[in-house]
């Protein structure tokens, strides 16, 4: 399995900067961040997942004064810096589409490449919020099928840049003057619907060749962008078939680019609450489930079902029939089959999503999540998880401590590290047609597959 550590600032329970086993104030101090991936690291995880938006998404601002998420550093910074204090770990950082530039993203994400050694990774999304439209003097996120057009194209300059530098064309040769090989870099010369970018990229060649493009999109368009662009898809998946079916779908979707199955990883969330014993897993989870305020309760929902104002419904009825979102669609409808498949009141659903927001959740030991988690990966519903930590450090130690040995137990998981870059870790490629100019089936220009 391939495991991924993702950071949500102080964890993913929206109360759990609450908790004592959090550190409360982990979205502004780099050293709590710091002894997190750290922690990853010494335990093997192939990368660190950061998640990111525009802004402030929540749009009642009264919820977000009662949650530590409301403020925390921007990814790719945040991981420059931890570059410097790990050597192994994958550094995997989120950045939309809808609110950037090719040419900003693709130098920003080769930049991370060359000050980690080759760790670097983009989670390419669309931004879903009218919140984070407005900071960029728009009166509302683009329609869906827009957002991905955009997205398309944006993702193919990206590509097209980085590979606007050839292998080994920095040869920095003093006496004949030639910095670099003639001809080793050429403009890109995209001209598009949405973008104009002459190039080339001003940093060289990275040591992967190409920071590794993660997807997190679940729709059709989505799915039709990792597949042909994504070396990893991070989703969400609350049972076991629905798993199979994404993993399924996804993967007979790589011929049509050109694209074999071990090309792309399929990496589900996966938000654990681990105690020795059943009844000690559920009284952690419970401490958590107190915590949590109506107010921000009702404020993650109304954002994970589009944005739409729930503060008029009886918390206690039913989730309303509402019209088809333009923001995260399939995360919408995940909430929608969730609470008819449970028969969850609005309120309940709240308290239900408020760890995974969505993910798959469990709570128990650590041979019943093992369990689960075997389960999904020899079924082909997962190729690894994205773990989520319900607090930060609690959350994760608990799950290094007490889950990680029973999957080494079962050679699920690494004991130690083969590679030294994130796709030598993932043993993956990159996307037919844009690779690094090397030999064919190396997947990039250096021993370890880069």
Not at 15 to 42: C, I, M, T
Request: no cysteine; glycine share 12%; proline share 6%.
């Amino acid at each position: 399995m391939r495991l991924g550590a993702f950071f949500y600032a102080t964890g993913h329970h929206v109360a759990g900067w609450r908790h004592p086993s959090s550190e409360a104030d982990g979205g502004l101090n780099l050293k709590r961040y710091v002894g997190w991936a750290q922690r990853a690291e010494a335990a093997k995880f192939d990368l660190v997942f950061l998640e990111d938006g525009s802004g402030i998404r929540d749009s009642n601002l009264r919820s977000s004064e009662r949650t530590a998420r409301s403020a925390h550093f921007e990814p790719v910074t945040l991981l420059s810096a931890l570059a410097a204090v790990t050597s192994r770990i994958g550094l995997v950082a989120t950045t939309s589409t809808s609110f950037n530039e090719p040419y900003n993203v693709a130098r920003r994400f080769a930049s991370l490449d060359h000050l980690s050694g080759g760790r670097a990774g983009w989670n390419l999304v669309t931004s879903t919020t009218d919140a984070e439209a407005a900071n960029f003097g728009e009166a509302g996120i683009a329609r869906h099928g827009d957002r991905y057009a955009r997205a398309e194209e944006f993702v193919d300059v990206v590509l097209g840049l980085w590979n606007t530098w050839d292998d080994g064309a920095v040869v920095i040769d003093r006496a004949s003057g030639q910095f670099s090989k003639p001809d080793g870099f050429r403009p890109l010369n995209h001209r598009g619907t949405h973008f104009e970018v002459r190039g080339p990229l001003n940093i060289a060649r990275t040591p992967q060749g190409q920071p590794v493009v993660v997807q997190a999109g679940s729709s059709g368009p989505g799915k039709d962008l990792a597949a042909r662009t994504a070396e990893v898809v991070f989703t969400a998946n609350q049972t076991l078939a629905e798993a199979v079916e994404f993993a399924g779908d996804l993967k007979a979707r790589l011929p049509r680019f050109g694209r074999e199955p071990g090309d792309l990883k399929v990496m589900p969330g996966l938000f654990p609450v681990v105690g020795r014993s059943e009844a000690e897993a559920r009284a952690k989870f419970e401490a958590l489930q107190d915590l949590i305020d109506p107010v921000v309760g009702l404020a993650l929902l109304e954002r994970m079902v589009g944005g739409f104002d729930l503060s008029g419904f009886d918390p206690d009825g039913p989730v309303p029939e509402l019209q088809e979102a333009e923001g995260a669609k399939s995360r919408q409808q995940l909430m929608f089959d969730l609470a008819r498949r449970e028969g969850l009141t609005l309120r309940q659903l709240y308290l239900r999503i408020a760890g995974a927001r969505g993910h798959s959740q469990i709570v128990g030991t650590p041979m019943q999540i093992a369990d689960e988690m075997e389960a999904r990966f020899r079924a082909g519903g997962a190729d690894g998880f994205n773990i989520m930590p319900a607090t930060l450090p609690g959350g994760l130690d608990d799950f290094i401590e007490l889950v990680l040995p029973e999957l080494r137990r079962r050679g699920l998981v690494r004991t130690e590290y083969e590679g030294r870059t994130l796709r030598g870790h993932l043993g993956t490629r990159p996307p037919a047609g844009f690779g690094p100019t090397a030999p064919s089936g190396s997947g990039s220009g250096t021993k370890e597959g880069r």
